[in-house]
T-cell receptor, first 115, second 117 residues
Framework: AQKVTQAQTEISVVEKEDVTLDCVYETRDTTYYLFWYKQPPSGELVFLIRRNSFDEQNEISGRYSWNFQKSTSSFNFTITASQVVDSAVYFCALSAAGSNYQLIWGAGTKLIIKP | GAVVSQHPSRVICKSGTSVKIECRSLDFQATTMFWYRQFPKKSLMLMATSNEGSKATYEQGVEKDKFLINHASLTLSTLTVTSAHPEDSSFYIC?????????????FGPGTRLTVL
């Protein structure tokens, strides 16, 4: 069975602090893909990253970085020097052949950045 | 590229009426589209997978007679909420898979907020 766990329901930090959103996944497939999406109050999903299971290199994009560790089945997302505009709900998701590449979603983490 | 639109973005209707939501892939052909429902403060829940020219595949617990899905062309899928009731109020999101793209890639529409009075 495929499963994605985002244990942090809500995180609140003060602007300019670094914050890490956790994502733990379960799958028996050897080939799979992991995603992060941002959902601001408007509701529209914003794609942030896709990572395949064969690429464990960490990725950095501006203030965003992702740490993929197959040994712990985790794909954590860090925002450095957070800004108020980062406030949103963030979803981690998994896609694999075992689920016909349907997206399996985590429960989401609501991130609140206080000025 | 890879833009998906939804119309309307917001709809308010009276109980008992039917509401149609359109999902269009604007710059690519989508053999497969997905319909999701999102309750407040919850994650996305897949309702059905829509394949062009064939019947939609509904997830367990989703009433196919309540949520009619039609995928008549490679760029358009519609979701009709029939005889809507207040409990159908929700945020509905569609996504589309590019016919010539990766199977693991979905492009999302902006969502439709349905309020049934």
């Amino acid at each position: 069975a495929q499963k994605v766990t985002q244990a942090q329901t809500e995180i609140s930090v003060v602007e300019k602090e670094d914050v890490t959103l956790d994502c733990v996944y379960e799958t028996r497939d050897t080939t799979y893909y992991l995603f992060w999406y941002k959902q601001p109050p408007s509701g529209e999903l914003v794609f942030l990253i896709r990572r395949n299971s064969f690429d464990e290199q960490n990725e950095i994009s501006g203030r965003y970085s992702w740490n993929f560790q197959k040994s712990t089945s985790s794909f954590n997302f860090t925002i450095t020097a957070s800004q108020v505009v980062d406030s949103a709900v963030y979803f981690c998701a998994l896609s694999a052949a075992g689920s016909n590449y349907q997206l399996i979603w985590g429960a989401g983490t609501k991130l609140i950045i206080k000025p | 590229g890879a833009v998906v639109s939804q119309h309307p973005s917001r709809v308010i209707c009276k109980s008992g009426t039917s509401v149609k939501i359109e999902c269009r892939s604007l710059d690519f052909q989508a053999t497969t589209m997905f319909w999701y429902r999102q309750f407040p403060k919850k994650s996305l829940m897949l309702m059905a997978t829509s394949n062009e020219g064939s019947k939609a595949t509904y997830e367990q617990g989703v009433e196919k007679d309540k949520f009619l899905i039609n995928h008549a062309s490679l760029t358009l899928s519609t979701l009709t909420v029939t005889s809507a009731h207040p409990e159908d109020s929700s945020f509905y999101i569609c996504s589309a898979r590019n016919q010539g793209g990766l199977r693991n890639e979905q492009f999302f529409g902006p969502g439709t907020r349905l309020t049934v009075l």
